[in-house]
């Protein structure tokens, strides 16, 4: 499909299609056309619908051309329409435009580019509730809420010298409370709003050949990290991602396959173990693999080893999850270390598929309280939109001490001017750019 947006769309496509001027057809109705170039040559069999400015997506006149899908086609398709002074779009084009013609607010538009790279269905609900406006109604209300705040200063600065307590310093304070609440909230927010939409940092940890690149891979359903029997062959940190469901939800994990924990004397080894750790202890969730094949002096050293990097990692119980693996061994008896205060997943086998999609489910529903969302509860999930708050949560809370009404009311015109990134009031065209940067072609 070849979508079009702006002044004089309708006109150069009336010039390809002269049996069927489009211009003139009724909106919204799919018609078959055929496109010819100007020298009368065909260059499909196509369908077309308009979209007049009023009712389209950008506020302007637009149109959709539903051809076939070879690419030879497509290629003269995009020709012809060059040749009529069409551009190709920029990425996010079509939003900017909605934008700037007031068809959708910044926040629904970003909320565009959350739905294209959602990796989950709390991601992609997010972005729909977004969409529909529904983190636009919060921020109009307290915008709107510092707006009177800010009018009321301004009174009570040109009326002064009357004893007025709707505008007295005291009072506008007290309304400015529940303003600071809601941001504050809103801020706090931005936290698990990230890990909805970008997923959680996942880091696997265990011994030398524990399973641990063997259970990423059964994970992946692919053979992402190298397996082998000689310990010690991850020496760097392997990352993917993926999408798992539990009980209540998807989630998306940031995967990250590290070296196996011991003492060694080889150098590139000592770096790989130093990286695992450091992955570790940067990672939302850490996986523990544990091979229950171990048995003897090598489980006694293994759980020696492990309980000393255990420690060097601040023994992270909240954000650890066991995981046995090896299971499909004869010798698999080896308990894991239960005194380190973790749940245990398993056991699990990557050769036989024993409990892998157990353990997803149960990794999902571990996360899940780290992505959380009751029902229309409104998450940042934007770096930017978090900044904005926080800066108008400063200006807010100078407007809180402020001596005087005049000082208070230049804070609340601070801080609304924070939230222009959000609420969409005087943004200058360098940030809308950036903005709508991320969007793909065609968006």
Known sequence: MVRLSGPGVLEALDRLSPARRLSDSEPRVLRRITLRTPQGQVLDDAMAVIFKAQASYTGEDSAELHIHG??????????????????????????????????????????????????????????????????????????????????????GIDFSDQDIEEISLPALRQRLAPIQEALEKLEGSYERGSKVQEGLRVAFIGLPNAGKSSFFNALLGEDRSIVSELAGTTRDVVRERLSLRGQRGSVTLRLEDTAGLRSTEDRIEKLGVERSLRAAREAELILLIWDTSLSGEAAQAGLRDLKTSWKALGEPVSRTLGVLTQGDRESSQSKPPEDLGIPWVGPTSAVTGQGIQEAARNIADFCEK??????????????????????????????????????????????????????????????????????????
């Open 70 to 155: 070879s690419a030879v086609v497509a290629t003269r398709v995009l020709e012809a329409l060059r040749e009529q002074g069409i551009r190709q779009a920029l990425p996010g084009e079509f939003s900017f435009r909605a934008v700037r013609n007031g068809k959708m607010s910044v926040s629904q538009a970003e909320a565009v580019a959350d739905l294209i790279s959602a990796s989950n269905e709390s991601a992609a609900d997010l972005a729909l509730e977004k969409m529909a406006g529904s983190q636009g109604v919060l921020l109009g209300q307290l915008a709107e809420s510092l707006r009177q705040l800010a009018t009321l200063g301004e009174a």
């Open 370 to 443: 780290w992505v959380h969302r009751d029902p229309g509860e409104v998450l940042l999930t934007r770096l930017d939109q978090q900044r904005a708050v926080a800066r108008a949560r400063e200006d807010l809370a100078r407007a809180a001490v402020a001596p005087e009404l005049d000082l208070f009311a230049a804070d609340l015109r601070q801080g609304l001017q924070a939230l222009a990134p959000l609420i969409g009031e005087t943004l200058p065209d360098d940030i809308l750019g950036r903005i709508f940067s991320q969007f793909c072609i065609g968006k």
